[in-house]
């Protein structure tokens, strides 16, 4: 059998809202397996293989604290919001009822 793991590594950093700064890394590993038997006509050396790609890239995660007047604000964007798309549904309801009456009444006057 031949068995392979792709680790790859990713370096991290949190800073914490009190200012401690934690460097640590997160990782993912994919694992991979076949039968390396050159009766079969597959072609693999048997064994573990461990191939390890490090990333060029830093991720740095911030905590931080917002203000209650954010959260307000974001509240009330998400009612207005809510009360906007009501109306626009109850709109198109109104609309459409009276236009569906039209239709009836001019049919019946026929």
Known sequence: MMYQYFVKIVPTVYVKTDGEVVKTNQFSVTRHEKVANGLIGDQGLPGVFVLYELS????????KHRSLTHFLTGV??????VFTVAGLIDSLIYHSAR????????????
């Open 56 to 63: 060029p890239m830093m991720v740095k995660f911030t905590e």
């Open 99 to 110: 236009v569906i009456q039209k239709k009836i009444e001019l049919g019946k006057a026929s």
């Open 76 to 81: 009330c964007a998400i009612i207005g919001g």
